[in-house]
């Protein structure tokens, strides 16, 4: 375990360089807004919103980073319950900032920037103190460390940016249609995010008990491991299908009563009951392969997921057959399903040659 804990500072260090890196982006991003399309009295708020959110990229690349780090320790109920509170806190910041609660006024999207800027800032800060408390910090400096570092994370991070980007591309081009479609599609994603949690902290925790089986080569418990965890996902998440699926109109009045919201919104979560399903596969299977340290198979399941066949699709459907929303959201999980498909074949075959090795 000491050998691990000189890992600290340059796991810090990692983060901190690479928040820096996409802060600048974004912000070198903002002057090109006014080329996208969206409608000019919407401009200056999402520039204010973006320039806000550039700087909570810290907080939250220092929460990520200490998260997976505390992995190495098998130390992941604590971090991965941060994590789900962080949903709720967020979320209870945006109602403040945004309608002004508490005597503080009304700032509508500049107050989802400062909750987001606040809440990523605190939870990472929160990890960080909590590391402290028991890590001792010891220098530390191995170039071969951060290759390995971007070796194993790369694949993975750039398998998340696919995904994230995918989403945002659709709020971006949705919001172009009408504003209604962009505030269904916070509402959609914001549910879908929510329901994420737990599948993505079981996704934590098999990535480290199958790195540590796939480690001392016992693969009897890279398999016991691998089910066991795909199955509380799925079935979790099969739980949250049935809410969306047979209560959609409860889910969708937490956020809204406005009839024009509700009537997209409604459809689309029917839709999702079958997407959280998928989800709750895909990404448990992507744990597995963390463990595996075959994080490439993530990667370039994701781009052909969603880049080749999702994301084609649902613009097809959105702006051919004016579906717009539903649509994208049909795309989406067939991207969702594609990917689930291809990373359960991958691992069967892996699984089957762990079988005949053992």
């Given at each position: 375990?000491?050998?691990?804990?000189k890992y600290?500072?340059?796991?810090?260090?990692?983060?901190?360089v690479?928040a820096f890196?996409s802060s600048i982006?974004?912000?070198?991003?903002?002057?090109?807004l006014?080329?996208l399309?969206f409608?000019?009295?919407l401009?200056p708020?999402?520039k204010k919103y973006?320039?806000i959110?550039?700087?909570s990229t810290f907080g939250?690349y220092?929460?990520?980073a200490?998260?997976?780090?505390?992995q190495?320790?098998?130390?992941v109920?604590?971090?991965n319950?941060?994590?789900?509170?962080?949903v709720f806190?967020?979320l209870?910041?945006d109602?403040?900032?945004?309608?002004g609660w508490?005597g503080l006024?009304?700032?509508?999207?500049?107050?989802l920037?400062i909750?987001t800027?606040l809440?990523r800032?605190?939870?990472?800060?929160?990890l960080?103190?909590y590391?402290?408390?028991?890590?001792r910090?010891?220098?530390?400096k191995?170039?071969?460390?951060?290759?390995?570092?971007l070796?194993?994370?790369f694949?993975?991070a750039?398998?998340i940016?696919?995904?994230v980007?995918a989403f945002?591309?659709?709020?971006i081009f949705i919001?172009r249609?009408?504003?209604?479609?962009?505030?269904s599609?916070?509402?959609?994603?914001t549910?879908?995010?929510?329901?994420?949690?737990?599948?993505m902290?079981i996704s934590?925790?098999i990535a480290?008990?199958?790195g540590?089986?796939?480690?001392?080569?016992n693969?009897?418990?890279?398999?016991r491991?691998?089910?066991?965890?795909v199955g509380v996902?799925?079935g979790?998440?099969?739980i949250?299908?049935?809410?969306f699926i047979?209560?959609p109109?409860f889910f969708?009045n937490?956020?809204?009563?406005d009839p024009?919201?509700v009537k997209?919104?409604?459809?689309i979560l029917l839709l999702m009951?079958?997407f959280?399903?998928?989800?709750?596969?895909?990404?448990?299977?992507g744990?597995v392969f963390?463990?595996?340290?075959a994080t490439?198979i993530?990667m370039?399941?994701?781009l052909?997921a969603y880049?080749l066949v999702?994301?084609?699709?649902?613009?097809?459907?959105a702006?051919k057959?004016?579906?717009?929303l539903y649509g994208?959201?049909?795309g989406?999980?067939?991207?969702?399903?594609?990917?689930?498909?291809?990373?359960?074949?991958?691992?069967?075959?892996k699984?089957r040659?762990i079988?005949?090795?053992?």
């Open positions: 375990m000491s050998n691990i804990k600290f500072l340059p796991t810090i260090s990692f983060a901190i690479l890196l982006l974004i912000l070198l991003f903002i002057p090109l006014c080329n399309g409608d000019p009295i401009i708020a999402i973006m320039f959110c550039a700087f939250a220092l929460q990520m200490l998260k997976e780090y505390l190495a320790f098998e130390i109920l604590f971090p319950f941060l994590n789900i509170i962080g806190v967020h209870f910041l109602f403040v900032f945004v309608f508490f006024p009304a700032m509508g999207a500049v107050g920037a909750a800027l809440s800032t605190l939870f990472g800060l929160i960080l103190f590391c402290l408390k028991l890590i910090i010891r220098k530390y191995d170039l071969e460390y951060f290759v390995k570092l070796k194993l994370g694949p993975i750039t398998a940016l696919l995904e980007l945002n591309l659709i709020t919001g249609v009408s504003g209604v479609y962009a505030a599609q916070n509402i959609l994603i549910l879908s995010t929510a329901t994420f949690m737990i599948p902290a934590n925790a480290v008990k199958v540590f089986a796939n480690g001392a080569c693969y009897k418990d890279v398999k491991y691998s089910i066991a965890g996902s799925v979790f998440m099969a949250c299908a049935g809410g047979f209560f109109r969708v937490i956020f809204t009563q024009t919201l997209i919104c409604v459809p009951g079958l959280q399903i998928f989800d709750g596969l895909q990404v448990s299977l744990g963390k463990g595996l340290k490439n993530v370039f399941g994701n052909v880049w999702g994301l084609p699709l649902g613009f097809i459907l702006f057959y004016n579906m717009y994208f959201w049909i989406l999980t067939v991207s969702i399903f594609s990917l689930s498909i291809m990373l359960l074949l991958i691992l069967l075959k699984l040659k079988k005949r090795a053992d």
